[in-house]
């Protein structure tokens, strides 16, 4: 079946042109610490691949500079060299964006993980890349403020990967995705000049860039400094866990829920096969029999939670909902929230892998997709677990599957394929928040015309002309399209005679 | 409801063939704001009408030449409102034109901004094609985010056909209070009402005189003044007044902006202290906790730009005489920034063809 180069389960060995690696390793060498050049295949492996393992390769060389100078020394010397590079974070990404290039540097940021100052007269933070998602609000919290951007990875995952794929989180229903929470960005070109996105202010002058810049996927500059909004923390918090007997009810309260008004801090939704799996792992208290759960977080002054809090139990109960339990201690909302943070590897625990979809769909669509993803379930033979953010609309179905059984990867690939065309179908978008990487290049065509795909291109061209940064990520090559958009229909490209077009 | 995407693309397609440059005007409301351009006029005025409008979802998507007026009374009947309270400076103003501005009003830092409220957009671009990004849910990154770049691009990258925007709930009821405070003082204030939870909606200083805004539900409101009494002293509000005082606010026709001929607008670091820039107190109003500055100076341009770049803001001679012929309107960029600016429009509109030199001499 014709389609583009992908990479199987296992790494693929490629040797770079020894005379350019050794040439690149003997410059690295007056730049950094031989500590902090690895080279050796045993080095190397570690960084082989991020959060989505069945890509991997190793890079040529990776480097873990620890001064910003040396971020821009690397840089050039890249740029002189035309050397592919990708920049690596914590390594939790879930598109395999930071899948190193095999002819190319992998720039690995962990070692630039200082908070470089907090100011709590304009409430912002300035930050190195590495400096990892929680450890933010963990360092404000004294200030009485808070990061509000939390994705899952929060824990591990670092502020550089938040901007390159413009993290969200179960709180960006409130208070937004990365892009509304930052305020400046500074780095490199790939040229090692450096560039400033935003300033200290509210507005910058010019373009509108860091939108561009944010999301990018480390393909139009390598970012060095961050600088973000910090919020005040909510005075009450309460947490509701909301039982149904149907999935349909349940995807029918979200809905109602925010038609009221309420935008709640988070809105969470978890299927049978998820909660079970959470339970099972976390004693959270979770109904085992339920067909599904919504955890709702509502948070402001005690008037404003208390009036959300009536309005969204009285719609609660206009959805059918079967039990509505309020948290009533800190550490029983801390339960609650525990078993939703721990359903990944709860549900982990259930078949030797999984893949996790991203797919996000208006809200009133939510009972359509899902039953279709049961539908598909049925049809491939997967199980399927839906943990996810709710009240944006973006799923996570995690669909269980054992690697190691040959046609597999294949046959589930196939599937989430449909899930994110069906997302597509109804009006959504085939990413929320994991980034398209390598893992969704063949659904771009899906969502994006030729002629969308070519500016996207030419973007890139403007900002990286050699085309060195992050390179064969993204956005696919146009020759690429047909076929894709040919083996989404189960059709030659040949046959494909109807182009995507956008409407005005 | 007038669909005229065709005719538009045309007209782009004809400028481009003849190399002739283009003016975007939807209402023309924002005329003053940046360099005059010369060009063909491209009327989006009569692209106009709500595609898509789903309360329940939160979601309204319009073609660019919708009066603003016509959009947030839709809204309206659904108590929902435009987060960002973008100033339309006249009746004609446009959807298109207050995205392509990229101007918010006074509840930007509290709710959101114009571009924070941008979802997704369909525009025209300088090869006449017409492409579509983002779409109609908040998390959406995949590719590059088109849509929020063309909010405050001021037409340069291509004409804005549609847009997609993210609606807020209206806050069911607002109350206004003033408080006597030195412009010094104002920042620690403003961060102590937030932090105490109180819902700060908008602000606003003037010499020794801090106007703030609280939106938020009725019961809420309605015990605010109780909860004020209990930290603070200040002046309650007629209400006819203050719902009137920030509406004139947004759209310059505060007592502040009567014979402003030259005015600059300045977004600061909320720390930043501006005031050496006055002549006097007086000339001085600032909104957005202390990050907004609408200045009266007879300084030159050069040391206010060099006062905002020093200090990690930006300034704008957001209005000058029509006889005027300033050198500069917008701050001026670090080389990488302009050196994107220009790759950036030759990317999306090759042939120079829309609003050449509106933001920057090169574009």
């Known amino acids: 079946m014709a389609c583009a180069k992908r990479y199987s389960a296992t790494w693929i060995s490629v040797v770079a042109d020894p005379v350019i690696r050794e040439a690149l390793l003997s410059a690295l060498g007056e730049i950094l610490d031989a500590q902090f050049i690895l080279s050796t295949q045993e080095q190397l492996k570690p960084f082989e691949c991020d959060g989505l393992s069945v890509y991997k390769a190793l890079p040529m060389v990776a480097v873990l500079p620890g001064k910003e100078t040396q971020v821009q020394e690397v840089i050039r010397l890249c740029h002189q060299m035309k050397v592919p590079l990708v920049t690596r974070g914590a390594g939790t990404g879930l598109s395999a964006g930071a899948k190193p290039d095999p002819e190319g540097l992998l720039l690995v940021m962990t070692r630039l993980s200082n908070i470089l100052d907090i100011n709590t007269a304009t409430q912002t933070a300035r930050l190195q890349p590495g400096v990892r998602n929680l450890a933010i609000s963990e360092a404000v919290k004294q200030h009485g403020l808070f990061y509000a951007p939390d ?9 550089g990967g938040n901007i390159a794929e413009n993290a969200g989180g179960v709180h960006c229903l409130k208070y937004g995705l990365t892009i509304h929470n930052v305020l400046q960005v500074s780095g490199f070109t790939m040229a090692g000049d450096p560039v400033t996105l935003g300033n200290g202010g509210l507005d910058n002058a010019g373009l509108n860039l860091l939108p561009l810049i944010i999301g990018s996927e480390g393909m139009l500059m390598v970012v060095t400094e961050i600088t973000v909004k910090l919020l005040p923390l909510p005075r009450h918090v309460e947490v509701i866990l909301a039982s149904f ?4 009810k349940a995807g029918q309260a979200v809905s109602n829920i925010i038609a009221q008004g309420v935008i709640p801090g988070g809105l969470e939704m978890m299927d049978n096969n998820a909660i079970r799996a959470a339970e099972d792992y976390a004693h959270a208290g979770y109904p085992r029999d339920a067909a599904a759960i919504l955890l709702i977080e509502i948070d402001g002054s005690s008037i404003n939670v208390s009036e959300q809090l009536q309005s969204t139990r009285q719609v609660l109960q206009e959805s059918g909902v079967i039990s509505v339990k309020i948290a009533k201690t ?9 078993g939703r943070k721990s359903a990944f590897p709860a549900v982990g625990r259930l078949s030797p892998d999984y893949y996790c979809m991203d797919g996000t769909i208006p809200r009133k669509s939510l009972a359509e997709v899902l039953g279709y993803i049961h539908a598909l379930s049925e049809q491939y033979g997967f199980a399927v677990a839906n943990v996810f953010h709710a009240g944006d609309g973006n799923l996570h179905p995690l669909i269980l599957f054992d690697a190691n059984q040959p ?6 690939e196939s599937m989430g394929a449909k899930i994110l065309e069906k997302c597509i179908e109804v009006g959504g978008t085939i990413t929320g928040e994991h980034g398209v990487g390598l893992e969704k290049i063949r659904q771009m065509p899906l969502q994006f015309s030729d002629d969308e795909i070519s500016q996207f291109h030419s973007i890139k061209a403007a900002l990286d002309p050699d085309n060195l940064l992050n390179p064969g990520k993204n956005i696919p090559l146009l020759k690429h399209c047909q076929e894709y958009r040919a083996l989404a229909k189960n059709l030659h490209p040949n046959q494909l005679l109807i182009q995507h077009e956008p409407t005005a | 409801m007038q669909d005229n995407a065709r005719i538009l693309q045309d007209q782009v397609q004809q400028a481009i063939t003849e190399q002739k440059p283009l003016r975007i005007q939807g209402g023309n409301s924002k005329a003053f704001y940046g360099f005059a351009v010369q060009g063909e006029v491209l009327d989006t005025s009569g692209h106009h009408g709500i595609i898509e409008y789903e309360p329940t979802e939160l979601v309204l998507r319009a073609r660019a030449g919708t009066p603003l007026s016509e959009i947030n009374s839709a809204l309206k009947q659904h108590q929902q409102m435009l987060a960002c309270e973008p100033p339309c400076f006249s009746q004609s103003a446009t959807l298109g034109g207050a995205v392509a501005a990229g101007l918010s009003g006074p509840s930007r830092p509290y ?15 300088g090869q006449a094609q017409i492409l579509g990004f983002g779409g109609k849910v908040m998390k959406n990154v995949a590719g590059y985010d088109v849509s929020r770049l063309m909010a405050g691009s001021m037409g340069c990258l291509g004409v804005i056909l549609d847009i997609t925007l993210k609606v807020i709930p209206s806050t069911r009821a607002e109350k206004s209070f003033v408080f006597s405070m030195e412009p010094e003082n104002s920042l620690a204030f403003i961060n102590d009402l937030r932090k105490r939870g109180l819902p700060v909606s908008a602000t606003c200083q003037l010499c020794a005189q801090l106007m703030v805004r609280f939106s938020a539900g009725n019961t809420e409101i309605a015990e605010l003044e109780d909860r004020l009494e209990e930290h603070y002293s200040f002046i309650e509000w007629l209400e ?14 505060h007592p502040f902006f009567e014979q402003a001929s030259t005015l600059w607008r300045l977004s ?16 001085v109003l600032t909104e957005w906790g202390g990050s907004l500055h609408w200045l009266k100076t007879t300084k030159s341009a050069d040391e206010i730009f060099n006062h905002a770049r020093i200090n ?22 670090a080389p990488a920034l302009e050196q994107w600016h220009k790759s950036l429009k030759a990317a999306f509109d090759p042939f120079g063809i829309f609003n050449p030199g509106k933001m920057y001499t090169q574009e």
């Not at chain 2, 959101?112 to 525009?123: N, P, R």
């Not at chain 2, 007044?241 to 026709?253: G, V």
């Not at chain 2, 300034?315 to 917008?330: D, E, G, K, V």
């Open chain 1, 330 to 338: 800190e550490t029983e909302k801390a339960l609650f929230w525990k």
């Open chain 1, 407 to 412: 046609g597999q990867l294949e046959s589930v």
């Open chain 2, 312 to 333: 990690n803001g930006q300034a704008t001679l957001f209005r000058y005489p029509a006889t005027q012929q300033p050198a500069t309107i917008f701050q001026p960029l």
């Open chain 2, 268 to 283: 600061m670091p909320a720390d930043a202290d501006i005031h050496g820039l006055a002549d006097k107190p007086e000339d």
């Open chain 2, 240 to 253: 006819s007044d203050d719902y009137l005082f920030w509406e004139q606010l947004r759209e310059h026709q």
């Open chain 1, 245 to 248: 007997d149907s999935i349909e």
């Open chain 1, 151 to 159: 994705p899952s990875s929060q824990i591990a995952c670092s502020i």
């Open chain 2, 111 to 125: 709710l959101a901004s114009i571009q924070d409220s941008v979802l997704g957009c369909t525009i025209l671009n």
